[in-house]
């Protein structure tokens, strides 16, 4: 090192020259720790000119993963061509988080709903369809029960429909239109509550308010908790339309909700269409008291979480049944089926909802990878 030896000899002319004659300083010893301070010095300054480089390797760039393309929304080759399956929930994290937590209803889910008017006494087949006779209607109930199918009330249903809350995996909603004595409800219906807890949704006309004749017998019923009454309107008999009056609406639909929370203590949170009548202007002025559910008259299929089936045009072979996509709320104009298209049609249904089910489970995995990827970020890990 050159530059070393110079400044070693500088140092050393340095000290010599000006050394004092007495007392004797021991020169080996001072000129050792100047030559320490002096490499200390010129090691330090090269060791900040280059520094000594490290083994840190280079990071390693994220994975960037992408979401895989979700998969179209199952279709049963049973419908009629022009019904076709309406989703309703918007955001595709929440409706995959509902569908595959583990406390919510397995995928395929079916639920059923039938409608009954009259029930025919001492007839085993009624000539009329809108009825359905005594021998048929046991026929229907025990053929229902059979098949795995177990009936649910209106908040059940609106809790399915709307988080896909737990249900039975084949699910049956009783609909019993029209004002009807308690006899109606005890001869037909009560077998069945007290064998398999069965209840039964009555569609309440409440045009006669109080002074209705069979009003204290239904309250009765609704307090047992095994008739579940609902609004099938006020006036009933003029079907609500987007031409009906505002004042109309409000008094149909509004008007029940007072009445029945008067007599019956409750608030109804379905509306049962009357007349099947329905429109956008109804549905929206439904949503806005607070109706959670609507039923139609027509019998477009079963029904599954975030799936029901409606026609977006009026069919030729159908003309009387209005078409209900134009509406965009698809839990607000719910199908229902005449219980005599049941009795031929029930293994058809129940087969639907196994095809679902498969087709729920084949997609599963790519459902799941989504949701890891896009979802669980914001919503976590699906429970």
Known sequence: MPRLGMLVGALALGISSCMPTAPEVDAGAQMTQAVSTAIASILETQAALNPIATNTLPATPTAIRTPPALPAAFVSPA???????HTYIQDSCQYLRDKWTSTNSTPGTIVLVIMFHSIEKGVETASDP???GGGDFRRLMNALHDMGFQAINANQLADFLD????IPER???LIQDDRHSASNYTDWFLPYWEQWQW?????WINALGGDDPVLAENVALEQQGWVDHQSHGVVHNIPMSDSSADEYLTGELQGSITNMQQHYGKTPIAIIWPGGGF?????QFARKFG?????TVNPRGPIMYNWIPLADQTDPARPISIPEGPVNDARMVLPRYWPTQVLGNLDGIRVMGEQASAYAMQNK????????????PTLGTIP
Do not use: H
């Open 79 to 85: 419908l009629n061509p022009l019904d076709t399956p």
């Open 130 to 132: 809108k009825n359905i």
């Open 163 to 166: 988080s896909n809350a737990r």
């Open 171 to 173: 699910s049956v909603v």
């Open 199 to 203: 209840p039964v949704i009555n569609a």
């Open 279 to 283: 429109g956008v202007r109804p549905v």
């Open 291 to 295: 109706y959670r559910l609507g039923f």
């Open 365 to 376: 995995a790519t459902e799941l990878e989504y949701y890891d990827i896009v979802c669980a």
